[in-house]
């Protein structure tokens, strides 16, 4: 089956650590998304990568980084430096990000608490 | 100014009654429009999307678009108590390097 997986579906984190969520897609897309949801709020753009070994900031991203080392994955990592982590984590992928038409899908999401 | 907005709700229909859902956008320049589907805890799942002033049917679901407007819309006949959900609407803009833009979403509630 084709598809997004994000893991895991529930993370905990103690003040001061980092952690790493991981998506992997094998829908053989280009472009891959993080998004962070808060209550009431949209979806917010932490990172985008259009081609592997290659991603751009979006609107949030201080406190996180990410890689893109395999087309298939796109991992974020939370560091400590992000002072409210605490949100649901989204990631997407679509064929490319240069066209108008071109449409995202979205993994299933990682729900990160700091205890 | 946000750039997409939605009205939070909830907004209440009964089963069987159409649900209209409204979407305002900034960016004259916006090409392309989503709407997706987000169940409570669930990631969100694309419904539809429409590029071209006017409607767009797909079974019970009906995008409208008006570009002059700066307006979209999303109308679910025959509305079911597992239409509930929120409603997010997503902008592709220009302004914003082609990339999606999301509403705060609108909260459908369909009582039975």
Redesign the interface.
Known sequence: DGGITQSPKYLFRKEGQNVTLSCEQNLNHDAMYWYRQDPGQGLRLIYYSQIVNDFQKGDIAEGYSVSREKKESFPLTVTSAQKNPTAFYLCASSRRTTSSTDTQYFGPGTRLTVL | QKE?EQN?GPLSVPEGAIASLNCTYSDRGS??F?W?RQYSG?????IM?I?SNGDKEDGRFTAQLNKASQYVSLLIRDSQPSDSATY?C?V?SMEYG????????TILRVKS
């Open positions: 997409v939070s090409q392309s989503f997706y669930k990631s969100p799942e694309l999307f590029y997010l997503a592709k082609n990339k999606l833009v999301f509403g705060a979403g």
